[in-house]
């Protein structure tokens, strides 16, 4: 008599050996924070690298933090740089109570969406790169003329100052003599590809109010929770302002400056609850602020300090700038999608030959580890090669289709194909 438990390693161990099989295997292991099991994807995506043919080591820039680099090396070793393909290792939390299936089950339903936190950041594209390349050397391109690398990095969710933030300032990294990147971009819910040229900037902006505290049933001017209610509806007008911009189609959603409010905390506590007949002396909120290339950082912490801040209403506020506007240049921190890009017609001209059609260049509302790269001059899209799908990422029910999925391992192979035979001699 076999138990339940039998029966489902019985599966496993008869489960095929495809694409879609080794997507769920990596999709299993979880990698969410605040504990991203970073030692099981590290050590799945390394014998899959060795399956394939591909050099493997790990660095610990920061210990328990592994970061792993894979290299398909180049015949051409005189070509000045190299193509790095990027993604991350850690996932954001899942609440599994709100899933219809189990966030690391990677179930695969009757209409082949494939259930996940990560199925679509950015667990997708780590895959897809291996699988794109395993294709690669078996059939059109045994071995590259320019060398590709693949970096696996930890922590891109939560600023990544212990991965890329490191990773970017190594040894390890200049040797690599980067010249060209593809990280994570967005899925698209049309049928274009979406590539990403920007990522907008945080600030989040944290104001607080101190004021006169007294009972509950007092009215008088000038308390804590008064004053911040004037400041936050500054900062709703400022928000609904950019927001209208947006809704008017003079902008696009990541064109603007957008600020979101996360959370508001005031009050007197008493055990589980609040003391309701006392106002209290301070009070505080959140912001979510995100700055695209083209904002003016000054004029805008300017209008935060004078506009939502103002010391007259007993405010003050810290802004925690989150990465850079501008390069080390001075200049907004973006890469050309032109030909003043070599780059940019080698990539773009691959997805042509995919058979893919490639939206207007966007700027990407979130933030990724693409701007420490950008931020030193090397060119870097976001890309992940996701159409008819519905943008999922840090939601509930996050999934993607195996269809799409596969699809994107073919536009991969054309990319990567294409961009590690160009022999521009100046990159
Ligand atoms: C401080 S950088 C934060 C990076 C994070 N990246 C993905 O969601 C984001 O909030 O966009
Ligand atoms: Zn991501
Ligand atoms: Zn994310």
Redesign the pocket.
């Known amino acids: 008599q076999s138990t339940h438990q039998d029966d489902q390693v019985r599966e496993e161990e008869e489960e095929e050996d495809t694409p879609i099989t080794r997507f769920q295997q990596y999709l299993r292991i979880n990698t969410a924070h605040p504990t991203p099991d970073y030692a099981s994807a590290v050590s799945y995506l390394t014998s899959q690298a060795h399956s394939i043919g591909l050099t493997a080591r790990t660095l610990h820039l920061t210990p328990s933090k592994p970061l792993l680099l894979l290299t398909w090396a180049g015949t051409q070793p005189s070509l000045p740089s190299s193509l790095l393909l990027n993604s991350h290792l850690d996932s954001v939390p899942a609440e599994p109570s709100k899933w219809s299936h189990p966030p690391f089950s990677a179930s695969l339903t009757p209409d082949g969406r494939i259930h996940a936190r990560g199925a679509q950041d950015d667990k997708s594209i780590s895959m897809q790169y291996l699988e794109a390349i395993r294709t690669l050397r078996k059939t059109t391109l045994p071995n590259p003329i320019r060398t590709v690398h693949i970096s696996y990095v930890p922590d ?2 939560i ?2 100052a212990d991965g890329w933030g490191r990773f970017v300032e190594s040894e390890a990294f200049d040797e690599l003599r980067v010249g060209f990147v593809l990280d994570e971009g967005q899925a698209s819910v049309g049928d274009q590809l979406r590539v990403f040229y920007a990522d907008r900037c ?1 600030w989040w902006v944290i104001l607080r109010a101190v004021g006169a505290p007294g009972h509950g049933s007092r009215m008088y001017d000038g308390s804590a929770v008064e004053n911040l209610m004037r400041s936050v509806e500054v900062v709703g007008k400022f928000r609904e302002a950019q927001f209208d911009a947006v809704k008017a189609g003079l902008a696009a959603p990541s064109e603007v400056v957008s600020v979101n409010p996360v959370y508001f905390k005031a009050g007197i506590q008493s055990g589980e609850g609040f003391v309701m007949n006392m106002q209290p002396s301070e009070a505080e909120a959140g912001f979510d602020v995100r700055l695209p290339p083209t904002a003016d950082p000054d004029l805008l912490k300017r209008r935060i300090l004078e506009e939502w801040a103002p010391a007259h209403w007993n405010l003050t506020c810290t802004i925690s700038e ?2 850079p506007i501008r390069d080390f240049k001075g200049r907004p921190i973006m890469t050309a999608t032109n030909d003043s890009n070599p780059w940019w017609s080698v990539f773009s001209n691959a997805i042509v030959a995919a058979g893919g059609k490639l939206a207007k260049p966007e700027i990407l509302a ?3 580890d693409a701007r420490f790269l950008r931020q030193r001059g090397i060119p870097t899209l976001g890309f992940s090669p996701m159409t008819n799908t519905p943008i999922l990422l ?1 939601d509930h029910n996050e999934f993607l289709k195996d269809t799409v999925y596969l699809r994107g391992i073919e536009i991969y192979e054309h990319i990567i194909s294409a961009l590690s035979s160009f022999k521009g001699s100046s990159t």
């Open positions: 891109e969710e600023g990544g945080p989150r990465g979130s933030t990724t840090h």
